[in-house]
């Protein structure tokens, strides 16, 4: 195995979390989007609200899908989740705001949505890495 250029490493930046941190991303993603879906379409709620409900019950999967999976956490959750959720905070208002921005120039509601959730996966995984899942000092 390689030896490690940066031993005192504290950030989850890497190949693998960056593989996982997509993976988990597509799939919380995609279940944003359904969300999405269904209460716009199914109960006829308008998108920006439809949509900010979708992301917040996609962000709580994600939390626990990262938490394990991408970054491999050993902190406490009593310390990562408020992080987590602060972070996902930004991360719906720059959402809601890019979305709004973008319906409001003509933009139709699908690339407007998948432009807005670009911005938001560089925000969370680059927060999360830094801040939320700091590893500690080697």
Not at 30 to 41: G, K, N, P, R
Not at 45 to 73: M, Q
Request: proline letters at 5%; one cysteine or more.
């Amino acid at each position: 195995m390689p030896m490690d250029p940066f031993p005192a490493r504290t950030s989850n930046f890497s190949i693998r979390s960056g593989i996982h941190f997509l993976l988990v991303g597509g799939f919380a993603t995609a279940l944003h989007y359904l969300l999405t879906a269904i209460f716009s379409v199914v109960f006829k709620w308008p998108l920006v609200e439809s949509s900010a409900i979708g992301f917040s019950i996609s962000a709580i999967v994600n939390y626990f899908l990262n938490a394990r999976f991408t970054f491999e956490s050993k902190k406490p959750h009593k310390e990562t989740f408020p992080r987590f959720f602060a972070v996902a905070g930004v991360g719906l208002l720059i959402n809601t705001i890019v979305l709004t921005l973008l319906i409001s120039i003509g933009l139709g509601p699908i690339i407007s949505q998948t432009l807005s959730t670009c911005c938001v996966i560089a925000w969370n995984y680059s927060i999360n890495s830094i801040w939320t899942f700091k590893k500690a000092e080697s």
